[in-house]
């Protein structure tokens, strides 16, 4: 600088402090603002170098530019300390943002799964009689042939036990230990231990030697229904099950029972749903609990009577679904089931 006034050095001081401000403000590198630190405050600063002219000026000039000099020098020492601190915040954010761990991105990806057809019917079903007034009983999926027969009316000579393609369990004497092969001795454990009224629905797993194919499983589901009150009657029996498809299926859905055959009710019934196209389809047996069966389990036939139903959960869920064949429920193909 030529002009070593102190109206030009003041000026100049102004002009310095005004560009370094403009600098600072857009470094964005910790090593460019040490560069610049140095440009502005070092040894060869120009800051440096007007302090070095003071001493041309006389005392009193050298003492008012002196001070002028010494709060830029501040001012700029300042603003270098704000732009390290602006500086260093930016890369503490930088890097927590690299290193977060985000769990909820990560759970986002994982696709949920959900409750399976089969046990979404078995829920529905036990809401809706829980609506009725029934209550849910459970019992063992190995059974003895005391409960899975012989107290149900089927004797070991009776033909009855053939359509049961029973699976016996090697345990205790010869076929006296199986996989239940109905929910049916939920009945006998419920009646043994339970004084009427009884209003309750067993749904459950039970087993079959049957071949797999569009309508059979080898292990399948079912749910039993008994009552057993005084002065009940077949048409308690066909209004509940009536009520029950109606709650189920909903209102245009109705219900009719044929004549039938089972050794533990008498008489005994199919019950059977209507199709949207007008036919009928079969969903599980029923009947007025045979007096054998009650005196089986010590109620006494005279003073109470009751009905009882059981029928596939599995065969109910491929028709409210209207799936083609009933291994869809357990192939495990997640492109089927999640589409329920
Ligand atoms: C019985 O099991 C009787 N215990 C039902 C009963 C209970 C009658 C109380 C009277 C009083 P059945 O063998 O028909 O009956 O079987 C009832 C239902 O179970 C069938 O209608 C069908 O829906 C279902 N079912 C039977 N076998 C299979 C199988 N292999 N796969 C899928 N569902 C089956």
New binding site residues.
């Given amino acids: 600088m030529s002009d070593s006034s102190p109206s030009a050095i003041t000026a100049e001081l102004e002009r310095l402090a005004a560009e370094a401000t403009r600098k600072l403000a857009s470094v964005d590198e910790l090593a460019e603002l040490d560069r610049l630190a140095g440009e502005l405050l070092g040894k060869r600063s120009a800051l440096a170098g007007l302090k070095t002219s003071l001493g041309a000026l006389d005392p009193e000039d050298r003492r008012r530019v002196g001070r002028l000099l010494n709060d830029t020098r501040a001012e700029l020492e300042a603003a270098v300390t704000a732009a390290r601190e602006r500086l260093a915040q930016a890369e503490r954010r930088r890097r927590l943002e690299a290193e977060r761990l985000d769990l909820t991105e990560s759970l986002d990806r994982i696709p949920r799964g959900h409750v399976h057809l089969v046990s979404q019917a078995r829920d529905r079903l036990e809401d809706v009689f829980v609506g009725m007034g029934f209550t849910i009983a459970e019992g063992p999926e190995v059974e003895t042939d005391w409960y899975n027969f012989e107290a149900l009316n089927i004797p070991d000579w009776h033909p009855a036990r053939g359509?049961?393609d029973t699976l016996f369990v090697e345990l205790g004497e010869p076929e006296q230990v199986m996989l239940r092969?109905?929910?049916?001795p939920v009945?006998i454990r419920v009646m043994e231990s339970t004084e009427p009224p009884i209003y309750i629905v067993a749904p459950g797993r039970?087993y079959?030697a049957?071949t797999a194919d569009a309508?059979?499983?080898?292990a399948?589901?079912?749910i039993?229904?008994?009552v057993v009150d005084e002065d009940i009657t077949m048409a308690d029996l066909a209004g509940t099950i009536d009520e029950f498809v109606k709650a189920f299926f909903g209102g245009e859905v109705t219900s009719r029972l044929r004549p039938s055959y089972?050794p533990?009710?008498e008489p005994?019934a199919?019950f059977d749903i209507s199709t949207p196209d007008g036919g009928w389809l079969?969903?599980?047996?029923?009947?007025m609990?045979h007096p054998n069966v009650l005196r089986n389990c010590g109620v006494d036939p005279e003073r109470w009577q009751g009905f009882?139903?059981?029928?596939?959960i599995?065969?109910?869920a491929v028709m409210r679904y209207r799936l083609d064949d009933?291994r869809e429920l357990v192939n495990n193909d997640v492109r089927f089931l999640s589409q329920f």
Avoid: K
């Fill in positions: 359509s049961f092969s109905h929910t049916s009945q039970t079959r049957d309508t059979h499983l080898p399948f589901n079912q039993e229904g008994l089972f533990f009710t005994s199919e079969e969903l599980g047996g029923c009947g609990v009882a139903f059981g029928f596939g599995d065969r109910l009933i």
